[in-house]
């Protein structure tokens, strides 16, 4: 068994990968491409207005057709209706945009997070709606517990990932109520029961856990953060993507599991030097769990990813 560790600095300039068992011969691969917060409101939104959704994802796109699939953390709902939480920061862009961002290659958008709620339960029932129409995969969205929390699917061949996406943090103003439009928001015991049963029902299928966790603006992870992450790996996931600290963590790995503690923003308008560095992950998954990984790194420029030359 081969393990990894990096620790990301404001230079990263590497591509590592690691795998939990040996490949088989002439096997389809599964890729994935994983990325932080993207943000569509603020100081995004007049650049968006003017340019379009497509020139925020131009100079990543030789990463984005290099992938099977594209999952993104929308911070943002897509909704043309105003029903504003009471929070300190509400976004929200237009609904159009969904179809523009499937065309600028997104086929998946993590919803469980802390600001797609950001218009009530109709701007979030509305965001599903639109990403679903448009041909992107929504995840960690429903109406019950068993709903947002069950895994997408990604197949190819006889290679399968499943993606589970949960936010692991208090809603600002916001609380669970069963049988209306939510995210995941299970505590961290039921996240770990949830995937150790479907490893258990599904043991060739990769594992991914995608979650919204940590301190913003730390740049080493928190206490709870390790310890959910041992647990993830404990109950069998393969890898474990995350956001929310709007800089970026250290990736590693627990034994097999890739652990990207903090991919960092990806579209964003915010200014701190720390908060324009960003990574994405790309996942390489063959049948029978062999996953590799890729870092690529990249900075923000202009409220949009550039990659950084190796």
């Known amino acids: 068994m081969k393990s990894c560790s990096i620790a990301l600095a404001a230079s990263l300039l590497v591509v590592s990968s690691c795998s939990s068992s040996p490949p088989a011969a002439e096997e389809e691969q599964l890729s994935i491409l994983f990325t ?30 290099q992938a099977d699939a594209v999952v993104i953390n929308l911070e943002c709902p897509l909704t043309d209706t105003l029903s504003p939480v009471n929070k300190r ?36 029932l509305a965001t599903y709606t639109h990403l679903s129409e448009a041909g992107i995969t929504p995840l960690g969205f429903g109406t019950s517990y068993q709903q947002q929390s069950a895994p997408v699917i990604l197949q190819k061949g006889k290679t399968r990932a499943a993606l589970f996406n949960a936010a692991m943090m208090t ?31 599904h043991p ?24 959910l992450a041992r647990q993830l790996a404990d109950a069998g996931a ?10 970026t963590q250290p990736v590693d790995t627990i034994g097999h599991t890739l652990v990207c503690y903090s991919l960092g923003n990806f579209v964003f308008d915010q ?5 324009r560095q960003c990574i994405m992950v790309r996942l390489n998954v063959k049948a029978g769990k062999h996953v590799t990984y890729d870092i690529i790194p990249a900075k923000i ?10």
């Not at 991914?208 to 966790?213: R, T």
């Not at 740049?219 to 953060?225: A, C, F, T």
């Not at 420029?301 to 190796?310: I, L, Q, T």
């Open 171 to 201: 809603l600002e103003n916001w609380h669970y109520v069963e049988g209306k439009p939510g995210i995941c928001q299970p505590t961290a015991s039921q996240l770990v029961q949830t995937v150790a049963a479907y490893r258990a029902q």
């Open 238 to 247: 393969d890898a474990i993507i995350g956001h929310h600290p709007h800089v």
């Open 301 to 310: 420029e202009g409220n949009r990813p550039m990659p950084v030359p190796r």
């Open 36 to 65: 932080g917060d993207v943000l569509l409101d603020r100081g995004v939104r007049p650049m968006t207005e003017h340019r379009g959704v497509a020139w925020l994802f131009d100079s990543v796109q030789t990463a984005f057709r």
């Open 204 to 227: 060739e299928t990769a594992i991914v856990a995608v979650l919204h966790w940590g301190v913003e603006f730390n740049s080493m992870p928190s206490l709870s953060q390790r310890m």
């Open 89 to 124: 920061y509400i976004f929200r862009a237009d609904a159009r945009w969904a179809e523009e961002l499937r065309r600028a290659g997104i086929t998946h958008a993590a919803m469980a997070n802390n600001h797609t709620n950001d218009q009530g339960r109709r701007g979030l």
């Open 271 to 275: 200014h701190p030097p720390l908060t």
